[in-house]
């Protein structure tokens, strides 16, 4: 599936602050998601979303290619995309970050909605998971396991009473992730608000797209859209991050504390291992199971 036409999103970056302007173009079978960034002119301006172009940061997943081109917060675009059922676009974008909106992945799933989708010749492909891959960093855990179809089980657990402890597990086949996820939005604490300022990020910030806490209060105008809001948002992350993929996953992701990084260093352990995966051919039930099948009207039928 692609979009059927091209849709564009303007707004700031959340780290930079800077305007940014992004469009989404149709794509052909194979092509995958790939951001062009039409600012470089003098480097390769193509940045492949896949795994072994990502740069580890804690704060947002940052894409790099081979001339040192980069964009970055890709996740809620990427997360919006596969939870639409888009697996081919071309992205243009302007600038170096992807606009932060709402803070969630409801205005880009609005638009992939607004554009329509459009059904590819060829296969689509997906990754089945053969067996448990699991990375740790202190009481940090991120695991791939065996199943049916994509399953997402997140837990985290923060000291502020407004966060405390939350989990949530969800089948993420027919949409899912715009019934349950789409619209959370990243969520920080107010201490982390004041650092990232004095190190000159979070410029975009605010506390409409952000849910900022202190302690046992909101302090977003507004409140929370869910009461667990913040592990709905952490589960938005994961799908996005597991969109680097490069093709659905077909198996069960278990989170607990874990964040972009930690998807990354999960993605490249079930690569390095051949023994951990297989290609596989989506029959029409199983492209009909994919996170994003049945989200948008589709000039076609064939779920690809
Ligand atoms: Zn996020």
Known sequence: ?????????????????????????????????????????????????????????????????EDGVSVSTIEHIMAALVGAGVHNTLIEIDGPEVPILDGS??????????????????????????????????????????????????????????IGKQEKRLNMANGAFVRELMDSRTFCRQADVDFMRANGLALGGTYENAVVVDGDKVLSPGGLRHADEPVRHKMLDALGDLALAGAPILGRYVGARAGHAMTNRLLRALFADPEAWEWETCSPAQAYSLPGAGVCRAAGLAAR
């Open 105 to 162: 992945s409801a205005e880009f799933v609005a638009g992939i909605q607004a554009a329509g989708l459009r059904a590819l010749s060829g296969a689509l492909r997906a990754i089945r998971v053969l067996k448990p891959v699991e990375v740790r960093e202190g009481e940090a855990v991120a695991r791939l396991e065996p199943a049916a179809s994509l399953v997402i089980d997140f837990s985290i657990d923060f000291a502020d009473a407004a």
């Open 1 to 65: 599936m692609t979009i059927a036409k091209p849709v564009a999103f303007e707004g700031v970056g959340l780290h930079t602050g800077a305007p940014v302007r992004m469009v989404l173009h149709p794509a052909p079978s194979d092509h995958g998601i790939v951001f062009r960034r039409t600012d470089i002119t003098d480097r390769n301006p193509r940045i492949a979303a896949i795994w072994d172009r990502v740069t580890p940061s804690k704060l947002c997943t940052l894409i790099e290619n």
